[in-house]
């Protein structure tokens, strides 16, 4: 069962999600609000798995909002304008819908989370830390952590590419970065996860995976240098 709130400064807003959520065995929302401080002290003191999230609040928008949230719950974007689209999926959302909805877009909205929700929980890396489980359409597929160069943003999935094969997982970028483990990968780009082994040299604009080179963002340069500097002997 998905814990969710809604957020939508519109009560007549929130009562619809409510009633289409009832039709959604999976999704039970826990509470609701047009303030978004209140929905913020309410995530501070209980566990929550996804956010209904109207983006244009007074005071403070639902974009900026998240941004403001410490390791956010997955969250869905419910507004009247398209104009955001890009930018909330740039923030790893789940799904952006646009008002109105019907109960079969919403449901599959739902689906989205519950799957990304089942990959989270049933995740399974081997007592020696070693490998990892990556869903691939219908199957889950064991990955040896040493096999994997690197991982990439493509669209709405993420594909780790190996060095005889690529695997492609409807994941966002910060669910691959909680997959993999931050003693063995880094994030170096908002699009790229670099393997630590198979890094043979960097400079502040670009990572080398053997032949290939991979950018390196602006924001993730000092993460990097204080990475490599670690893990010289890896």
Known sequence: MLKAIAIDDEPIALEVIKNLAEHVVFVEIEACFTNSFKAMEHLQRHSTDLI??????PNISGIDFLRSIPNPPMVIFTTAYSEHAVQSFELDAIDYL????SLPRFL???????????LRKNKDVSTAGQSVFIKSG???VRVDLADILYAESVGNYVQFVLADKNIVSRLTMTEAEELLPAKDF?????????AAKHITKT?????WTGKKEL??????????????TKNRKI
């Open 52 to 57: 209904f999230l109207d983006i244009k609040m």
């Open 98 to 101: 646009l008002k109105p909805f």
């Open 108 to 118: 599959k909205a739902c689906n989205k989370a519950h799957e990304q929700f089942e």
């Open 138 to 140: 219908y199957e889950q």
């Open 186 to 194: 880094i994030r170096i780009h908002r699009s790229f996860i670099a």
């Open 203 to 207: 400079d502040k604009k670009t990572v």
């Open 215 to 228: 950018p390196v963002g602006a924001a993730y340069v000092s993460d990097l240098e204080r990475f490599i």
